[in-house]
Each structure stands twice: as structure tokens, then as C-alpha cells.
């Protein structure tokens, strides 16, 4: 047997050899912590946690975030529940999603007054969370309410919150036209999502604008949302392209310039 050889095998047996004994640190280490033996299982899970492995990191993250065999430390639980869920390990996602909504709690108490007391930005704030149940059970009619009291006070960002409601019948009753007016109310501000929005109304035939092609229409929002950074945006205005003719082409570039001009440059 060649001197080769006798190597490749000599690192077979080692894999082979530390393969079981990595299982059995895992498995002894779920054992300890399931039995509250934290200390037990601190250093396998730790040595382990280093390696990526996500049910370690996950243990870790519990550990860290209670306290319970180490020094409690919410941050570095939650820089280790984002690791395992970044390999889709559903207990550090649902651990993930634990700690923000502690954090969310905390912010709804003082955002709850704010929005109570008239301020716009707070009622915005609210109806996300409302809509998404960010530290509280999701919503949808609350959140149309509170983005409207915000939208009232003329806040670009609750506009174009309600315009997408309307859009796809959140809280509310499903109407395309509302939603082009509260997103145009915003996209003429300089609201890129809203400018995103408008281009995906036309570019399904929703529009109320019929002075040209609604792919022309569509391509001009689309183009002056990709401007202001929406990749998305950048994407389908190429698609929407290939949809116009020669003449149609030149509509749409001189309509996203006259766009750019009025609602993008003087916002800037």
C-alpha cells in the first residue's frame, strides 16, 4: 500500500472517528440543557454554536436571553438567534421574533400616546403596527384608521399607507381608484414605493390617467421609482420596455423626464 493511500485512509478513520463524537456532544448537550443543566451544556453548545450549528446556537440564544446558566444579555442572544435563523432554523426565527416584540411592547406604550395626542408620524407608526402585529394582535381595520388620521395631516408616508390599502383591500374595501389618488398624492411628493405602486396600478390596466398607453404610464412611474433606488422598479421598467413600440418608446422616456422634473429633482 502506497504512502498515499495510507494517509487518505488515516484521515478517513479520523472524520469517521469525530463525526459520532460531535453527534454525541449535541445530543448529551440537548439533554443537559432540556434537564436545566445549563452549566453542563454550556461549553459543548458553545464549541458547537462556533461551528454554525443552528439547534446549539438556538439553545445559546435561549440561555442568553434568560439568563440561565450565564450572564442574561439580550443583544448577544439575539446576534445568536439570527444566526440559526439565517439557515431557516425555525426556533431561532421564533426566538428572533420573541425579542423584537419585547422591544415592540416597549415602543407601542409611548407611540399608543403619541398617536392618542394628535402627533402624525405616531398614528402612522401605530397603523404598522397594527397591520403587521408588531408587539400587539394584528389589526388591519385599526391600522386603515390610524393611517388615515395620519394621512389627514398630509404625512407622505401614511398617504401612500393608505393608497395601498385601498390597493389590496387592507382594512378596507378593495378600490383602485382611491388608491391611485393617495398614492399619486404621495408619489408627486417624491415617495418612491408610492411612484412603484402607481407603475404596477397602470401596468395591470388600473389606472384612471388614459391620455397614453398604460405601459407608457406605467414605465414613467416605474422609471422614477428605480431612480429614487427601487431595485424592483429598475427591473420591470426593463419588462415594460419590451411591451412599447418604437413611437411608444420615446412617449414613455419623455413622460418619466417630465415625471423626474416635477416630482423626483425638487425633492432632492
Not at 434537564?35 to 440561555?63: I, R, T
Not at 438567534?81 to 439565517?86: E, I, L, M, S, V
Request: include cysteine.
Amino acid at each position: 500500500m502506497s504512502k498515499r493511500t495510507l494517509l487518505a485512509a488515516a484521515g478517513l478513520l479520523m472524520v469517521l472517528s469525530s463525526t459520532p463524537l460531535l453527534a454525541a456532544d449535541l445530543g448529551q448537550a440537548s439533554r443537559d440543557f432540556e434537564n436545566k443543566d445549563y452549566s453542563a451544556a454550556l461549553d459543548a453548545l458553545e464549541s458547537l454554536g462556533k461551528e454554525g450549528n443552528p439547534d446549539a446556537l438556538s439553545m445559546l440564544g435561549q440561555m442568553y436571553e434568560n439568563g440561565w446558566g450565564v450572564k442574561q444579555d439580550i443583544e448577544k442572544a439575539a446576534a445568536l438567534f439570527k444566526r440559526g435563523a439565517n439557515q431557516g432554523h425555525l426556533d431561532s426565527v421564533n426566538g428572533l421574533r420573541r425579542l423584537k416584540n419585547i422591544e415592540y411592547r416597549e415602543e407601542l406604550k409611548s407611540v399608543q400616546l403619541s398617536a392618542e395626542a394628535g402627533d402624525a408620524s405616531a398614528q402612522n407608526r401605530l397603523g404598522e403596527m397594527y397591520e403587521f402585529g408588531y408587539g400587539i394582535e394584528r389589526d388591519p381595520n385599526l391600522a386603515f384608521s390610524w393611517y388615515q388620521s395620519a394621512a389627514e395631516q398630509k404625512l407622505v408616508v401614511a398617504q401612500h399607507n393608505v393608497g395601498r390599502c385601498y390597493n389590496f383591500g387592507t382594512g378596507v374595501k378593495q378600490n383602485f381608484t382611491e388608491a391611485e389618488l393617495w398614492y399619486r398624492e404621495a408619489a408627486q411628493q417624491g415617495h418612491m414605493d408610492a411612484m412603484f405602486f402607481l407603475g404596477t396600478l397602470y401596468s395591470n390596466n388600473h389606472g384612471l390617467d388614459h391620455s397614453a398607453d398604460t405601459n407608457v404610464i406605467a414605465y414613467a412611474w416605474m422609471h422614477n421609482s428605480a431612480q429614487l433606488g427601487n431595485a424592483t422598479a429598475a427591473a420591470i421598467e426593463k419588462r415594460l420596455l419590451m411591451k412599447l413600440d418604437e413611437p411608444q418608446t420615446e412617449a414613455a422616456k419623455t413622460l418619466a423626464e417630465e415625471y423626474l422634473d416635477q416630482y423626483v429633482r425638487p425633492f432632492k
